[in-house]
């Protein structure tokens, strides 16, 4: 267990519909990742929150935002999905604190979207 | 951050040692070595890192070389539940660089009985 929760684990929708996948990092961990895995891409950086303000953006789509609250959980929100949306998306916490050097990430256990 | 290229599968008898290499000739100084794995559909798992010198904790031991252009990450004795898609990543040194990790394909690892 990394300590690192994502809800929900499985989530069913059709095309054109927005969620919510929400992530809760580790005890004191102060940044958050989210990362999306597809058969054909991998795994893929989308984006990095520390401490409340987005920090790093990766291959993000425009109808993808996320955004970090004051107790550090984060949203990731997909709207208008398509097929090609449907993949894992993982969460991932570090400490993230000034000097620290290598900041190990941890990951969640995965939010599995399928959009039909 | 430096570009890493690994076999694409390997097998590895229950018991022995897994030795999983990878190439990062065009590493930096200051990138970091990173190793995490991933056991079927589960988030990543981190397992070691190391910068230059050869680092060993619980789950495995990292062998760094000289040059700092390859490494090998050691599984002392391979059990099935070590069966997975194993990453090596190279990365800047996390807080002043962009943090993010940037997979590759991996080396599948399957432990065979």
């Known amino acids: 267990d990394s300590g690192v929760t994502q809800t929900p684990k499985h989530l069913i929708t059709a095309t054109g519909q927005r969620v919510t996948l929400r992530c809760s990092p580790r005890s004191g961990d102060l940044s958050v990742y989210w990362y999306q895995q597809s058969l054909d891409q991998g795994l893929q950086f989308l984006i990095q929150?520390?401490?409340?303000?987005?920090?790093a953006k990766g291959n993000i789509l425009e109808r993808f935002s996320a955004q970090q609250f004051p107790d550090l959980h984060s949203e990731l929100n997909l709207s208008s999905l398509e097929l090609g949306d449907s993949a894992l998306y993982f969460c991932?916490?570090?400490?993230?604190?000034?000097?620290?050097?290598?900041?190990?990430?941890?990951f969640g256990p995965g939010t599995r979207l399928t959009v039909l | 951050d430096a570009k890493t290229t690994q076999p694409t599968s390997m097998d590895c008898a229950e018991g022995r040692a897994a030795n999983l290499p990878c190439n990062h000739s065009?590493?930096?100084?200051?990138?970091?070595v990173y190793w995490y794995r991933q056991i079927h559909s589960q988030g990543p798992q981190y397992i070691i890192h190391?910068?230059?010198n050869n680092e060993t904790n619980e789950m495995a031991s990292l062998i760094i070389t000289e040059d700092r252009k390859s490494s090998t990450l050691i599984l002392p004795h391979a059990t099935l539940r070590d069966t997975a898609v194993y990453y090596c990543i190279v990365r800047v040194s996390g807080w002043f660089g962009n943090e993010k990790l940037t997979f590759g394909t991996g080396t599948r690892l399957t432990i065979i009985p």
């Open positions: 065009t590493i930096s100084g200051n990138e970091y």
């Open positions: 991932a916490s570090s400490a993230g604190t000034s000097g620290s050097g290598a900041n190990e990430q941890f």
């Open positions: 190391g910068l230059k």
């Open positions: 929150y520390y401490n409340g303000e987005e920090r």
